[in-house]
RNA sequence: GUAGAUGUAGCUCAAUGGUAAGAGCGCUGGACUGUGGCUCCAGAGGUUGCGGGUUCGAGCCCCGUCAUCUACCCCA
């Protein structure tokens, strides 16, 4: 018989690493409550339609990364890649344009998406969020930016990057999409393979490509800023402004240009060095076009998804592992030699639990000295020794472990002393 | 989907193609009959990822496969 392993790229997440995990997601909880987004979970799977018509059928993510499968319903279900478009989905579902707008709601959650595992890149990850939907209003697009950083801010997270771009709207980017075609396809030598392809069918991912001789082509077109309408234009300044006033600092980088179809106007990431190859903490941006393309009216959006894996990563490179430990498992160690004395220990435990002490008990049949060795290991504050002798005289020992001190204590008096 | 590296005890790693695959840490027990940390001793723990092949003989060489890591691609 082999071993059962967990799928390819999936992990475990056990022992010492709960303690980062919960750390990281009370954070979010916290910075999003305090900013005025509420909490919202949508299923795990969905109607593969949704991903299809929200993050668009020529993207890498629905063309060939989807978890997708038929149900015995003969339904094609895909487990979720990402997280902004089920919740457009349910704030059309549920009408929530008749509640006060902005709706401003936050989700950690797991995702989905079959890729190579590497670095930083998981075939299930998690994420947090954010979505803000029903406002146009740059100072929410600097909102959510400025909730992002001060997750990472709260957690004392450094060394990260904000890169912020604007990839236009249905109306200006078309032009400057024909115009990145018209200018590169004068150059289609110089330009790798995957390049090549890209000229047909989205030439702005020129502009983020690695290689080199295409980066440095990619340095020669005009940036976006020149082709922004009005409207675009206007909304990119009132993004840095609010921004600015908010003492945030961000770079101004046209390469930026997101995978997913959803995108207009505001597109942003935030970066680490310490992350290797997929050096993105998270990322997000405007998506005022996704409502209409999931069947409702035109509802403004904007939002972000960032990677707990990754920000884990980083925190533990940051603080060598220290913050993983949950400190001292329970407080207090029940030692007991003899079976009347392990009934004892027994109730004991349950009655200091109930009190809101830890507690725990040995349950191997350990000589004192091996529950001692045991309770030292469980870096427990106090144990309390219980044989016949205590037995007869209806008290227990307590030892505190840091100073060796010991005393008696009647039993009626141990929950009052241990508490 | 492509490329490179790596798979030996729970962990980190040894072992020229040649005996019965070892060490440190960790785990369990003992020295210390009822008291932790230090020290010493002992024990448990392996299908050398899996399947073929070459060879008198394979952990080591060859082929395949699976997995891990890293990178491309793409993204969290």
Request: negative net charge; glycine residues 10%.
């Amino acid at each position: 018989m082999t071993h059962i392993r967990a799928p390819r790229g999936t992990i475990d997440v056990f022992p010492e690493k709960p303690g980062v995990w919960q750390r990281l997601e009370e954070t979010v909880r916290s910075v999003c409550r305090n900013a005025g987004y509420t909490e919202i979970r949508t299923p795990i799977f969905e109607h593969t339609e949704l991903f299809q018509r929200g993050v668009g059928e020529s993207t890498d993510i629905v063309e060939k990364e989807m978890y997708t499968f038929l149900d015995k319903g003969e339904r094609s279900i895909t487990l979720r890649p990402e997280g902004t478009a089920p919740v457009v989905r349910a704030y059309l579902e549920h009408k929530m344009w008749a509640l006060p707008q902005p709706v401003k709601v936050y989700y950690i959650g797991p995702m989905f998406r079959y890729e190579r595992p590497q670095m930083g890149r998981l075939r299930q990850h998690t994420q947090f969020g954010v979505e803000a939907l029903g406002a146009s209003s740059p100072a929410l697009d600097a909102e959510v930016i400025s909730v992002l950083i001060s997750v990472y801010q709260r957690l004392g997270l450094e060394g990260f990057v904000v890169r912020l771009n604007s990839i236009g709207c249905s109306k200006c980017r078309p032009r400057y999409k024909e115009s990145l075609m018209n200018l590169l396809s004068k150059h289609t030598d110089e330009l790798c393979a995957d390049c090549r392809r890209r000229l047909e069918r989205n030439p702005l991912r020129v502009l983020d490509c690695k290689n080199e001789r295409c980066a440095g082509l990619a340095k020669k077109l005009p940036p976006i800023f020149d082709y922004l309408c009005e409207d675009c234009s206007r909304h990119f300044e009132g993004v840095t402004e609010c921004l600015t006033a908010l003492d945030l600092i961000y770079e101004l980088d046209p390469t930026i240009v997101r995978g997913l179809d959803y995108y207009t106007k505001t597109v942003f990431e935030v970066i680490h060095s310490g992350l290797g190859a997929q050096d993105a903490l998270g990322g997000g941006g405007r998506y005022d076009g996704l409502a209409e393309e999931l069947g409702g009216s035109a509802i403004p959006g904007v939002g972000f998804a960032a990677g707990i894996e990754r920000a884990v990563q980083v925190l533990q490179d940051a603080e060598g592992g220290a913050i993983g430990q949950e400190a001292g498992r329970v407080n207090v160690f029940i030692a007991a030699m003899g079976d009347e004395a392990k009934l004892q220990a027994l109730r004991l435990a349950r009655l200091l639990r109930e009190q809101g002490t830890s507690a725990d008990i040995d349950y191997l049949d350990r000589s004192l000295r091996a529950q001692m060795k045991y309770a030292d290991k469980q870096g427990v504050k106090k144990v309390v020794i219980i044989g016949e002798d205590e037995l007869k005289g209806d008290y227990a020992v307590v030892r505190d472990m840091a100073t060796g001190d010991q005393a008696q204590v009647q039993f009626r008096d141990l929950v009052q002393v241990l508490t």
